[in-house]
């Protein structure tokens, strides 16, 4: 037995022994990696991946850091709230759609007509009569001051550069392949389409964010104090910057706090009183803008009586009007708009609708004024109208309607110059130097964001509906949207003063895009006029040959193929929209079921959210009382 125990206790240790050293070898075993063979293919392609991920990171941080005006948005929104930023933000995307339409111009418009410029005369087209084919490009007798006023009117060696239409023909050749008529009205209809699609995606996002910032969906103070500081911020100017948009953002939430309260504390009588006026200050904003209408009919009577004088007043009276409308009623309009008692939100984007709508009127009248007396629209049977199907006193009625706009973009830019300087500065003199009772009523003034906003959307609507006569007005639009920034920039920092009502930027990037949409409209309207209804100058541009602009399509589907024309017929028969509607309407209803499928479940959510809060406070409840029964 002894013998048998000694064993047993041998075999033990000897088994104890055995065993740490089969668990080191297992762990050793399993430390190990296994050694699998991998292509060289494989690892071609994982360190391609992992280049073209290191390649686009690095892009997108140059991108990044290289993003125009970040840092001025930036202290803009810190220093005068989300609200005014919002408008240096607009600016800046008029300026990325003027440059895309430059980039496309050049590429498929001027590229190819300067390399294929004729030189020669145009050839007579067919029913053509020398009193329409009387057009001088003779610059050679003017003056040094008469050069000097062409950069402001665009007249002389302007009038006959690739600024305008009537400098763009091309030879007649059956064999070239590419077909500038049809690249100038497709380059230029689908820059339009592209701009609706790039404003209608605009407006989708603001209208999202706005309904996500609604009150109900926004957190809770304390959370935001917890949560909304960068704890990686190291300098102490974006420490600065970022303090301040906090308290813009807590200014703003507890000012709309409070307006909610007053706003349920108010009894039936001060609604009626408040509705009253209301109505009232409507009564009389419709008034002015009647009025305002009457004067540029008025103007518009007047230049056409003394269409024959040689008078620059006359001659140039509906403009100045228009001006001087678009300069006086938007301030009566938000002076009337403070007495509505309405948000500061609702009170810019009353304003801002109004001074739109008034602007973009007096745009269509002058629009109007210019097709009378140039297209003679309405009165085809005069006898200056009868010979050449336009007024034959311009020869070369798309430049001269170029011009037009030309002018007007110059105008609107030389405006918003002399405002900066000529008043805004003078005016923050005044009130820093003097201490009389006008200078302390005047005050440094306040960035009008209704106001700014009009300007620019009412030369982004001349823009596009110039871009047909004056091609390169896009890129003279880049450079007025440039400089227009900094001298706004200027006037915000160095003559205006922080707004005392702050709004959100949500609320108003909503508005800004409907109206350049609306301005969008007017312009394609009046070029889908232009484009298949007028006839063309006979002495200079690409479409002298052609009846209307818009025939150069069919004529250019004319030398397709069998294949493609039948593809072509299919795609505008009615089968094909039936098919397209139904589509369209099937894709319609899935997006609607899922916005309500959305909306069902934030609702659940919310829901769950608050019984989440009620189980943990029931919880804290028990834990209390079993704290309190503890001896």
């Keep these: 037995m002894v013998e048998y125990s000694l064993g047993v206790e041998q075999k033990v240790s000897d088994d104890s022994k055995k065993r740490p050293q089969e668990n080191n070898n297992n762990i050793l075993h399993l430390n190990t990696p296994t050694r699998r063979e991998v292509s060289s293919w494989v690892t071609w392609h994982q360190k391609r991946c992992r280049a073209y991920r290191q390649l686009q990171e690095g892009i997108w941080n140059f991108v990044r850091i290289c993003q125009l005006w970040k840092a001025s948005l930036d202290e803009i929104e810190a220093v005068f709230g989300p609200g005014i930023q919002s408008y240096f933000s607009f600016l800046k995307f008029l300026l990325f759609i003027n440059?895309?339409?430059?980039?496309?111009?050049?590429?498929?418009?001027?590229?190819?007509?300067?390399?294929?410029?004729?030189?020669?005369?145009?050839?007579?087209?067919?029913?053509?009569?020398?009193?329409?084919?009387?057009?001088?490009?003779?610059?050679?007798?003017?003056?040094?001051?008469?050069?000097?006023?062409?950069?402001f009117t665009g007249e002389g060696y302007?009038?006959?550069?690739?600024?305008?239409?009537?400098?763009?023909?091309?030879?007649?050749?059956?064999?070239?392949?590419?077909?500038?008529?049809?690249?100038?009205?497709?380059?230029?209809?689908?820059?339009?389409?592209?701009?609706?699609?790039?404003?209608?995606?605009?407006?989708?996002?603001?209208?999202?964010?706005?309904?996500?910032?609604?009150?109900?969906?926004?957190?809770?103070?304390?959370?935001?104090?917890?949560?909304?500081?960068?704890?990686?911020?190291?300098?102490?100017?974006?420490a600065t910057r970022n303090q301040r948009s906090i308290y813009n953002g807590f200014k703003i939430d507890l000012a709309e706090q409070t307006r909610r309260v007053q706003k349920r504390q108010r009894t039936r009588k001060q609604l009626s009183h408040l509705y009253l006026l209301r109505l009232l200050i409507n009564g009389v904003i419709l008034l002015l803008m009647a009025a305002a209408f009457y004067c540029i009919h008025l103007a518009t009577e007047v230049s056409?009586?003394?269409?024959?004088?040689?008078?620059?007043?006359?001659?140039?009276?509906?403009?100045?009007?228009?001006?001087?409308?678009?300069?006086?009623?938007?301030?009566?309009?938000?002076?009337?708009?403070?007495?509505?008692?309405?948000?500061?939100?609702?009170?810019?984007?009353?304003?801002l609708v109004r001074c739109v709508i008034l602007k973009l009127s007096s745009l269509g009248m002058f629009l109007f004024f210019l097709g009378r007396r140039?297209?003679?629209?309405?009165?085809?049977?005069?006898?200056?109208?009868?010979?050449?199907?336009?007024?034959?006193?311009?020869?070369?009625?798309?430049?001269?309607?170029?011009?037009?706009?030309?002018?007007?973009?110059?105008?609107?830019?030389?405006?918003?110059?002399?405002?900066?300087?000529?008043?805004?500065?003078?005016?923050r003199l005044l009130a820093k130097h003097s201490s009389c009772a006008l200078a302390r009523w005047l005050g440094k003034e306040e960035f009008l964001i209704p106001h700014n906003v009009l300007d620019i959307v009412a030369a982004q609507t001349v823009i596009w509906t110039g871009i047909f006569f004056c091609p390169l007005l896009p890129l003279f639009g880049c450079v007025v949207m440039f400089l227009t920034f900094y001298i706004k920039k200027y006037t915000l920092f160095q003559n205006c003063q922080p707004s005392t009502q702050l709004f959100r930027a949500s609320h108003s990037k909503f508005l800004f895009q409907i109206m350049l949409l609306l301005g969008l409209f007017l312009a394609c309207m009046s070029l889908g006029y232009v484009i298949s209804s007028v006839h063309p100058s006979q002495p200079c541009g690409l479409f002298a040959n052609y009846s209307t602009?818009?025939?150069?399509?069919?004529?250019?589907?004319?030398?397709?193929?069998?294949?493609?024309?039948?593809?072509?017929?299919?795609?505008?028969?009615?089968?094909?929209?039936?098919?397209?509607?139904?589509?369209?309407?099937?894709?319609?209803?899935?997006?609607?079921?899922?916005?309500?499928?959305?909306?069902?479940?934030?609702?659940r959510l919310k829901r769950q959210r608050v019984q989440c809060v009620q189980e943990k406070w029931c919880l804290i409840k028990k834990l209390a009382q079993q704290l309190v029964n503890l001896p």
């Design 158 to 238: 302007l009038e006959h550069s690739y600024l305008f239409y009537g400098a763009y023909h091309v030879k007649q050749d059956n064999n070239n392949h590419y077909n500038v008529h049809l690249a100038y009205l497709l380059g230029i209809l689908g820059y339009l389409f592209a701009s609706f699609l790039w404003i209608l995606r605009r407006i989708t996002a603001s209208l999202v964010q706005w309904l996500m910032l609604r009150w109900e969906f926004k957190p809770h103070n304390s959370t935001r104090i917890f949560t909304e500081w960068d704890f990686c911020i190291q300098s102490p100017e974006v």
């Design 374 to 427: 140039v297209l003679c629209t309405g009165s085809r049977n005069a006898p200056q109208c009868q010979l050449c199907g336009y007024n034959k006193l311009y020869q070369c009625w798309e430049t001269h309607i170029g011009q037009e706009m030309y002018k007007m973009t110059v105008f609107s830019f030389l405006t918003t110059l002399a405002f900066a300087f000529l008043i805004s500065l003078p005016r």
């Design 304 to 351: 056409q009586q003394e269409a024959s004088s040689s008078s620059v007043v006359n001659q140039y009276l509906p403009p100045l009007v228009i001006s001087m409308v678009n300069v006086l009623l938007p301030f009566l309009f938000h002076a009337l708009a403070q007495l509505e008692g309405c948000s500061p939100n609702t009170e810019v984007n009353f304003t």
């Design 549 to 603: 602009p818009w025939q150069a399509v069919p004529k250019a589907m004319s030398h397709l193929s069998t294949s493609a024309l039948l593809v072509l017929d299919y795609a505008t028969s009615n089968v094909f929209c039936f098919l397209l509607l139904m589509l369209l309407s099937i894709i319609l209803t899935v997006y609607i079921s899922q916005a309500q499928a959305n909306r069902q479940a934030i609702e």
């Design 99 to 151: 440059f895309l339409a430059g980039l496309l111009i050049i590429c498929f418009i001027l590229l190819p007509v300067t390399i294929s410029h004729d030189t020669t005369s145009f050839l007579k087209g067919p029913g053509a009569e020398l009193e329409c084919m009387n057009y001088s490009s003779d610059i050679s007798h003017r003056s040094s001051w008469q050069h000097l006023q062409d950069i």
